[in-house]
């Protein structure tokens, strides 16, 4: 069982007809949330971004096929309107109400809709499996599959569920996440954990660049299994959320490849991230990816723009599956190529058929690391995008 509901204190309940969904989850307790970087943000989180300093919440609620985005005042009229629905149906304020939209930008929401079932699901909140995975089914859009994560701790459970599958990018991408513990812990605390834990996850993942206008990350301590360990929460915070981002670029829109960056030898744990989130976000290395092509020239052209300074001639590349690892270059030397080393070509280009490939990048500065995560980029993604609102 992956289930938010195995948090002590968590009730979900969820629908989705056609591209319609809603999910409503009640939890009660201090929380924090952390939102996108874009300028321009939904009309919910807007809302939220003043609402949250409050630094409580008593449930939350999710619609899927629009974002409420550029919308203006209706949209902000109509994302305070789901505060007060939710609100009605959880029996609380709607100012302790989480809310959040994902879809299409630049349309107007259908409230109706969303009071209609809100209304038909309230009853239904439950704390068993079903109930989470209906919440986690119901805010999925051009997702394939739910995401869910959990990390069990003697004492206290922190559990989670995400949606996103394109327009994902550095700063958070199209994905929502609403993640819970029944460990006790201060707002200010949530929110410290938080920050560090979404840097080092969700901030990590590239499936195509795009950053979108709706990201936003709740997180609410139930706080019924008392103080805990503050340092082994915040080790299970980031457990759960690494599993969900990358079950985010595992799912990226036409992936057939899960891609992992890893960066090594830097100056800083940011130079770090700054070099694997350019190489697993360049279109040149996702599309070799796809073309189960070795070209590691790509991969270092990435890394040469991402901004910190290195010696190219001091680098180490390899790649691997998990099992087997072949080594591009090294220390400057080149070690497959098709005149000096075919064998090595070669086997890394089979290693390449499989569906996840793991890309290791020493920079040979530091010591310092960081690691990325993204997938390939194909023509079913752009068939998806291409089509996104017809």
Not at 110 to 127: F, G, N, P, V, Y
Not at 163 to 184: C, H, Q, R
Not at 208 to 215: F, I, M, V
Not at 218 to 239: H, I, N, R, V
Request: charged share 25%; hydrophobic share 40%.
């Amino acid at each position: 069982m992956k289930s938010i509901c195995e948090v002590e204190g968590v009730e979900a309940a969820g629908i989705k007809e056609g591209k319609f969904g809603l999910a409503l989850i009640k939890a009660s307790g201090n929380a924090a949330a952390v939102f996108t970087k874009n300028l321009v943000i939904a009309e919910p989180v807007r809302l939220m971004q003043k609402m949250m300093e409050a630094g409580r919440l008593d449930g939350i609620i999710v619609n899927s096929g629009n974002a409420n985005v550029f919308t203006g005042e209706q949209g902000y009229r109509d994302a305070e309107r789901m505060a007060a629905i939710a609100a009605e149906a959880l029996g609380t304020k709607p100012e302790f109400i989480g809310v959040a939209s994902t879809g299409v930008i630049g349309r107007y929401l259908h409230i109706d809709i969303i009071e209609d079932q809100c209304r038909r699901i309230k009853d239904t909140l439950a704390s068993d499996e079903k109930a989470g995975d209906d919440a986690a089914g119901a805010i999925m859009t051009t997702d394939l599959y739910p995401k869910r994560a959990i990390a069990r701790r003697e004492g206290f459970t922190v559990a989670g569920i995400t949606k996103g599958s394109g327009m994902i990018a550095p700063n958070m991408g199209t994905m929502l996440a609403f993640i819970y513990t029944d460990a006790a812990i201060s707002s200010t605390n949530l929110k410290k954990a938080l920050l560090i834990a979404t840097e080092r996850s969700f901030n990590r993942v590239v499936v195509d660049g795009d950053t979108s206008t709706n990201d936003c990350v709740f997180l609410t301590a139930t706080g019924l299994k008392g103080t805990q360990d503050y340092d082994e929460f915040c080790s299970a915070l980031e457990e759960v959320c690494i599993s969900l981002a990358k079950q985010i670029a595992e799912d990226g829109e036409g992936a057939t490849k899960f891609v992992e960056v890893s960066v090594t030898g830097a100056k800083s744990e940011e130079d770090a991230a700054a070099v694997a989130k350019t190489i697993v976000g360049s279109p040149l290395v996702k599309t070799a990816i796809y073309g189960e092509d070795p070209n590691w020239g790509r991969i270092i052209a990435a890394a040469g723009r991402a901004g910190p300074d290195f010696d190219p001639m001091n680098t180490s590349i390899s790649i691997g599956d998990g099992e087997k690892t072949v080594i591009l270059e090294e220390k400057g030397v080149i070690k497959a190529d098709d005149k000096i080393n075919p064998a090595a070509l070669a086997a890394a280009k089979e290693l390449m058929k499989g569906k996840k490939l793991r890309i290791e990048f020493d920079l040979g500065t530091g010591n310092y690391n960081a690691t990325a995560w993204g997938c390939d980029l194909t023509e079913k993604y752009v068939e998806i995008n291409g089509k996104y609102t017809t």
